[in-house]
């Protein structure tokens, strides 16, 4: 966290009930149906629709580009807005494939926690562990959900153990599972000393909740089968030895992580999951910015753009900025001033949405995301405020690991694929650079299924069929420095040198070599594989 928790004056009641939160988790542990269930639990949806579902069922609300739908992957960040309870809970949908780890990564940005989601079979996988170093270095508090309980799965101990070790945070159980696979009967709520039964039949409802006085309470014998109660009485006791309690302060400060286990397919852990969330999980946050910190308590509105979705509607080559509100009450008819360019910008149409639904915000309060349509004014890193000139510092971008040229299958539409190469650059989905030498494009991303992605959307969007092949370059670099030593840096290498969408000047080679060379024969020009998303 930016500042010190405890030092922080009361947020205003509106501000204070918000919930703005990520769901992380490796592809395939459950994440969409977590989502699914989130907003079946806040009455925003009447049937969670389920990834592997069969025909209309399987029509997920999170989920909707066409690509996400057939191959039952998330690949681009959705926001989602809805009530539980007391509170208000954002909640935004991150890409779990690692190909697309970066709009991961901003997305992080713009959250005040995250859930992660882990697989009772298979426990902490090689992307829970990236996006959890991500989390980590942005001091995210982190609630824990072991998924897939009504399966096969590891023994308890062993799944905590896994997460205190590989992730280096100490873990407390909020609950503890009763039985395994197809023994798995429900849980035992530790915190508030329930006992959480699921029901198979139905998934879609909600689990029959008992209160008991403790473990030793005799209505324990009459729900639970003998050998799973002396199993649990155990099991806890062990657990409340062994494990540390629950230390709020610690979680928001994400040294801890509480733990809560069920099945989200069978709607099953979902609800106290989310009952934890809404205690434990933090307020709004202040967010950090140049020249100073954005408090949300400030009256005054500042919010920044996190993440550019083109063509959300494809009848409309629309574009909608992702802006988390950092700051303030605002309203509907605003006029903010857009800090890179210092024009002010009317916002008259914002929308919240609802996995694909979206409605007009009449307002937004510090911690709401809201989408701004535009026609291209509006980039990932642009900050939006009542006047002042502030600018929402740390969401990157990084030098992408994979090079490919792009040709239009019709050679007369080469300006069509410029233009929807540019949208899909400032959308934050690839880096394209525009060689000095030589017609065409490279097109630079993180992971092989962003070109597909990529080939896809266009075709579908724009109607042009491309192709991607491959490119003598093999990585990419910015070069900064004084404008006399990059002049000088550009006229010399010439055949390496391209632009990205932004101006900025990119180094192309295929050796690493070549970088060494760089930086031992031009110590003026520094290279970097990243850059701050932030246009002075």
Not at 141 to 170: G, W
Not at 184 to 199: A, P, V
Not at 427 to 451: D, M, R, Y
């Amino acid at each position: 966290m930016p500042d010190d928790i405890s030092n922080r004056p009361a947020l205003p009641p509106e501000i204070a009930r918000r919930r703005t939160f990520a769901i992380i988790s490796h592809p395939d542990a459950g994440k969409t149906t977590l989502t699914e269930k989130f907003l079946l639990f806040g009455g925003a949806i009447q049937m969670a629709g389920q990834v592997r579902a069969k025909g209309e069922a399987r029509r997920t609300r999170s989920d909707f580009m066409q690509m996400e739908k057939d191959r039952g992957i998330s690949v681009s960040a959705s926001a989602m807005s809805f009530d539980f309870g007391h509170f208000r809970f954002n909640l935004v949908d991150t890409p779990g494939h690692s190909d697309f780890s970066e709009d991961t990564y901003r997305t992080l940005t713009a959250v005040d926690a995250a859930v992660m989601v882990i697989d009772g079979a298979k426990g902490v996988e090689s992307q829970t562990q990236k996006l959890f170093e991500v989390c980590r270095l942005r001091d995210l508090p982190i609630l824990t959900f072991c998924n897939k309980m009504d399966r096969e799965s590891r023994e308890t101990f062993e799944i905590i153990d896994e997460i205190q070790e590989n992730l280096a945070i100490d873990v407390t159980p909020a609950s503890w599972p009763i039985g395994v696979g197809r023994d798995f009967i429900g849980c035992y709520d530790m915190l508030n000393d329930r006992l959480e039964l699921m029901d198979r039949a139905d998934r879609n409802k909600v689990a029959a909740s008992i209160e008991i006085d403790g473990l030793d309470d005799p209505r324990l014998d009459e729900h639970v089968p003998a050998d799973l109660v002396a199993k649990l009485r155990e099991d806890v006791e062990m657990a409340r030895e062994l494990l540390p309690a629950l230390n709020i302060q610690s979680v928001l400060e994400g040294h801890m992580t509480p733990i809560w286990f069920g099945s989200a397919i069978n709607s099953f852990g979902v609800k106290e999951l989310m009952q934890g969330i809404g205690a434990y999980g933090p307020e709004p946050q202040p967010q950090r910015a140049t020249p100073r910190n954005i408090a949300p308590e400030e009256t005054r509105v500042a919010g920044f753009v996190f993440k550019v979705q083109a063509n959300m509607d494809p009848k409309h080559r629309d574009r909608v900025a992702f802006v988390r509100m950092a700051s303030g009450h605002f309203k509907r008819g605003m006029k903010l001033t857009h800090v890179r360019t210092k024009k002010p910008m009317a916002v008259s149409n914002p929308v919240l949405f609802l996995a694909s639904d979206r409605e007009l915000a009449e307002e937004a309060w510090a911690g709401d995301i809201i989408g701004i349509p535009n026609h291209g004014q509006l980039r990932i890193g642009d900050t939006l405020t009542e006047g002042e000139a502030l600018r929402v510092t740390g969401i990157p971008s990084f030098a992408p690991e994979l090079l490919q040229t792009v040709r239009a299958g019709d050679p007369l539409k080469s300006k069509h694929l410029e233009k929807a190469l540019m949208q899909f650059a400032e959308e934050g989905a690839a880096k394209v650079f525009k060689p000095i030498f030589g017609s065409g494009f490279i097109v630079g991303v993180v992971g092989a299924l962003q070109f597909e992605v990529l080939a896809s959307r266009i075709e579908l969007e724009y109607g042009l069929p491309v192709r991607f092949e491959a490119s003598q370059f093999t990585s990419a670099r910015w070069a900064l420095g004084a404008k006399p030593a990059v002049d000088k840096f550009i006229e010399a290498n010439k055949q390496h040198i391209a632009h990205d969408n932004d101006g900025d000047v990119v180094y192309l080679t295929r050796l690493q070599w070549d970088i060494d060379r760089i930086e031992r024969d031009y110590p003026d020009i520094t290279l970097t594989g990243t850059k701050e998303m932030m246009v002075s």
